[in-house]
């Protein structure tokens, strides 16, 4: 990331210097909604034991928050039910449910809100390979041959022993030829 | 040498051509493709020697897939990451495209690393060349640049994490990070900044960069092999060893880009590009891509701002070597102070990421 800040400052350093950055965003990690998100955020990403305590850690947090807007206190208080009785996608339900209000009346996302209205797990890994697939690994393993075949037979035909040898005799040569002008 | 401008092939009756020749010719004529059949030293035909041209294709490959890859992609935050998913499963052959792109943005990377260090160990960033490889180490910052940026695009916990990160190091850097600080356009997304950046700005000013970098290789020519008997110029091959005209070494270049191809899409079917929950702010339970570890493991120890003096020490020492490293020895082996400081400077780098590698998430921000 840093890389990402200096590569830009390398190459479009001459660029004016502008108002220093403000630290707050439009969205804060500590609203209500956002915090039962941040639950549903751990449950999706570890729906195991831990997962599960962090989720019910924040869900506590978002009870014992200050402001409540939008979001359903008594769905938040059967979410936390369903999360200690381990009946985690019933949670993860009431979670959502329980934050409809605050996130149906969000403005398109600006700076750097995130957008998210729905929490949506990590895409899982897919499953049995497509006729596609099959077709597009097929091909790229004949490419792939094809081109090492290629690239050996285009190799270069002298070693560097022989390009040592060769560049020898051309010096030689060349000595003996002026040499031979000069005698 | 074909180079000089035929002024004409106007029809004549004594023409002896074969009509597919003659062709030839006219097309010729017209592009100047034989101009390309110059002579180059033999030696830039080893493999090691190829590594920049492998990193060139990876370019192309890129951009071909990236050009697939824009026209499902939705650079809005509240359908980017769905977008994203969309590609995987609902556009034919969307997932082996954004595989195809996700390795080929790694083979990119290597390859320009391998390349740099080839350039090193031959000592090839010495008088004439130290031009061009300060337009290679601004390359490099720009390919990091496009990962980062593209890791953000994704738009799930991993990019989102990775941002807010950026986001404190704009803060960090004070005006000259306002880039990077959301409210710098305050109206719209920085996602869709960064989506500029990741698909103009980026790939614009590389291939800027990779033109005039071309057009240097040229004029100064290919360097010496350290190995082989200098010529009377120790900065240039020596004038008796052979040489091979350049669309040879194109040939031999294409003939990696299609293996190149093979593999990445190999990979994509088999590895396909992940993606991850929907991004919330103020939680961190990713790890950014590996080539981002070493800077995060400096991280863990001493803080945000050991990212940017971390990154400014590399790049540093990387623009700085053909300046300090003046000496005329060439071959590594009779280089030992700069190849000591290089081992260290790979040592520590390999050392941080694997101690990222082991290490869990953990909250910075
Ligand atoms: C976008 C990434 C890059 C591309 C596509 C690229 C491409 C190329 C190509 C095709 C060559 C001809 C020789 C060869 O292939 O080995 C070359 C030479 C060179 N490159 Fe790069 N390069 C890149 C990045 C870099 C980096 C990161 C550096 C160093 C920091 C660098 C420094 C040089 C130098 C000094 C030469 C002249 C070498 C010689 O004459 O032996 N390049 N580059």
Known sequence: MAAAAIGTLMVLGSLTIASPARADGGQSADEGYVMVLQALSFLVNDPGPDGTAQALAMVGDALEAEGHDGVDVLMLEQAAASLRAGSTEEAQTLLQGSISEAVDSLEPAVGDETGTTVMLAPLPPRGALSVTDWVFLGLSVLAAAVGIVLAVLFRPTESLRELGHDISAARDRATVASTGKEA | MPTELRTSTAVDASDSRTWGRRALDAIDERLGITALAYPVPEHANRFAWTLGGITAISFLLLIGSGIVLAQFYSPMPEDANQSVRAIETEVWAGSLFRGVHFWAAQAMYVGAVLHMIRIFLTGSYKRPREGNWLIGVAMLGLITFALFTGTVLKWDQEGFEALGHNIEI????????????????????????????????????????????????????????????????????????????????????????????????????????????????????????????????????????????????????????PFVDRGPERWWRRRPVAMGIALVVLAVLTVLTILMAITPAEVHL
Do not use: C, D
Request: charged share 10%; no cysteine.
């Open chain 2, 170 to 321: 704009g803060n960090l850097l004070g005006g000259l990070g306002f880039w990077f600080s959301p409210e710098f356009a305050g109206r719209i997304s920085i996602l869709l900044r960064l989506y500029g950046a990741h698909v103009v700005i980026i790939p614009g000013i590389i291939l800027v960069l990779l033109v005039l970098h071309l057009l240097l290789v040229k004029r100064h020519r290919m360097s010496p092999h350290p190995l082989l008997p200098a010529g009377t110029s120790s900065e240039q091959a020596a004038e008796g060893e052979p040489t091979q005209p350049f669309t040879r070494h194109i040939r031999r270049l294409v003939a990696f880009g299609i293996a190149l191809a093979g593999i990445l899409g190999v990979l994509a079917v088999l590895f396909p590009a992940p993606i991850g929950s929907t991004p919330v702010p103020g939680i961190e339970i990713t790890k950014p891509p590996w080539m981002f570890w070493w800077p995060f493991t400096l991280e863990n120890w001493f803080g945000l701002s050991a990212i940017v003096w971390g990154e400014l020490v590399f790049f540093f020492l990387l623009a700085v070597l």
